[in-house]
C-alpha cells in the first residue's frame, strides 16, 4: 500500500519562509503525476501547486511567484518551497499521488502569524 508522510510544516512570521518534503513509499512516485494542496479552518480543501512526471507545473494564482514545486524521483520525494509567506497561507497542507482516486498524506500543519 502506498504512503506519503508530509514534514516540514510549522509556525513562521509573515514574510517567512518554509519547505515542505513527502516521501513516498513504493515505486509508482515516477509514473504519476502529483500536487500539493491545502485546507484552511472552515474552508474547503484547494490545490495549491501541482507537477507532472515531465515536470509541467501549476500554481493557484494566490501562489504564483511565490511557491515551488519540485519533485525528486530517484528519491520518491516531492517538495514544496514558500517563500513569503503571508497569513492567509495559513492551513493543513497535503501532498498528493493524482489519478482516478488520489491518494493523499496525512497533512502537515502550517501557520502564519502577522
Known amino acids: 500500500q502506498v504512503q506519503l508522510v508530509e514534514s516540514g510544516g510549522g509556525l513562521v512570521q509573515a514574510g517567512g519562509s518554509l519547505r515542505l518534503s513527502c516521501a513516498v513509499s513504493?515505486?509508482?512516485?515516477?509514473?504519476?503525476?502529483t500536487g500539493w494542496y491545502r485546507q484552511g479552518s472552515g474552508k474547503q480543501r484547494e490545490v495549491v501547486a501541482t507537477?507532472?512526471?515531465?515536470?509541467?507545473?501549476y500554481y493557484a494564482d494566490s501562489v504564483k511567484g511565490r511557491f515551488t514545486i519540485s519533485r525528486d524521483n530517484a528519491k520518491n520525494t516531492m517538495f514544496l518551497q514558500m517563500n513569503g509567506l503571508k497569513s492567509e497561507d495559513t492551513a493543513v497542507y497535503y501532498c498528493?499521488?493524482?489519478?482516478?482516486?488520489?491518494?493523499w498524506g496525512q497533512g502537515t500543519q502550517v501557520t502564519v502569524s502577522p
Open positions: 498528493a499521488l493524482l489519478g482516478g482516486r488520489n491518494v
Open positions: 513504493g515505486s509508482i512516485f515516477r509514473l504519476v503525476n
Open positions: 507537477i507532472t512526471t515531465t515536470d509541467i507545473t
